[in-house]
């Protein structure tokens, strides 16, 4: 599977990722992530580095999951929910018109993604003071940006974490500087210049009510399916290990398919399966 950014390291963009198998030692530490995560870019960095296998040559360690730019981060977990749901779910929402609820399905693979810009994942902007080099936000800065309330001292955060110069030992101090003397204008200017270069997975979707026929503009937040379509796996052990008496171990380390023909096979030996 290839990233529409891709992670920049030695020089050069890592994009061919590949997931882990889906088996329930990693359905559980998805988990926990959600349950244990701080803030939500902790949670996406968590259940990334329990899902992926590799991110080009690299090991799907912290800092490079970190280091991956916030669109890569959501189209992974996009593509995460997709494997869980298989592809496609079913979801219930309220129609803004007519408050009816209709339920319509989702295909995560179908979500539009916009590609990384031709500078990726640098952009250039000409301002008063001179020509400055920046690069497009990444999970780091998203971790570091979760902990601020949303104002003015977290946009200059965010623009001296992403201002890059050659000269490192200079670059804090004069990255402080820089962004205290930026206008709002020239603010604006950075942010267009990163979004022009930073790839996007479309966060909405439309959907039509079937009661008044209504377009419905529906937010889709991978986290919040990945939630919905986890299985709770210690009942899943437990079920399983009742039966079978395999261990742990042996019972988290089944694909997640082969766990649910399982659990298919106990209920309809109980008479339960219609
Ligand atoms: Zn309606």
Redesign the pocket.
Known sequence: MRLPGGLWHDGRRHREVGFRPLTGAVELAVSEALQTAETLPEATTMILQAALAHIGDLAPETPWVDALCVGDRQFLSVCLAGRLGEDEVWFTVE??????R?DFPLRFSALPVKPAGPTYPFCETDLASGAYRWRTPNGADQKILARFAPDDTAVATLLQRCLVREDTDAQAADAADLVDGLTAAEIDCIEAAMEAQAPEVTGQVQAT??????V?VIDIDPLFHLKRLLRDVNVDIHRIASTYHWSEAEILSLPRQRRLRYLELIDRARGMAV
């Open positions: 129609c803004t018109a007519c408050g009816q209709f009510c079937t009661g008044c026929g209504r419905n």
